[in-house]
Each structure stands twice: as C-alpha cells, then as structure tokens.
C-alpha cells in the first residue's frame, strides 16, 4: 500500500476524532497497555496482523470495541499508517 502525507493526516482525523478518547490525542498515553506508540516494541513482526484483529474484532474484555462496521479498510488502513509513524523506530 502506498503511504503518503495525506493518508496518514486522513488516519490522523479519524484517530483523534474516534480513538484519542482512550488511546490519548495524536497517540500521546501514559498508561503503558493502552499507549499505542509501543505497538512495534510489543508485536514486532505481528503489528499489523495484531493491529487489524483488534480493530475488526475488538477487544470487549479489555473495553476496545470491534470498529470494521463503522469504518471501512481504507479508513482502517489509513489509521494504521498514522500509528506507524509514531513508533520511534522502537525495533528492541
């Protein structure tokens, strides 16, 4: 997929208008479970598999919701690319 500025500013939106209100605005959390820059530290090679489970499946038990009924794959994707950009290059 080609990942360019408008992309990722259109994931940016929907990120901050739908998931900042748990995940912090622009992807900024304290609480480690739920701070979404640490993704590639945590999954590594399985961030975006990890990322599109929960995103379409959801997470009930920890409070994430399913969202593949209120955005579609574009949309998802485009958050998925915003979220790639605030990994730090965190490869450890």
Not at 17 to 30: K, L, M
Not at 32 to 42: A, G, P, T
Request: glycine content about 10%; overall charge negative; aromatic content about 8%.
């Amino acid at each position: 997929m080609k990942t360019d500025a408008a992309n990722i500013g259109a994931g940016q939106e929907v990120f901050n208008g739908t998931c900042a209100h748990c995940h912090g605005p622009n992807g900024v959390q304290s609480e480690r479970k739920i701070d979404l820059r640490l993704l590639k530290k945590r999954y590594g090679d399985d961030m975006e598999a990890t990322y599109w489970k929960t995103v379409h499946e959801g997470r009930p038990s920890k409070g994430m919701p399913a969202w593949k009924e209120v955005f579609s794959d574009d949309e998802l994707r485009n958050v998925y690319a915003f979220l790639q950009t605030l990994q730090n290059g965190s490869d450890n």
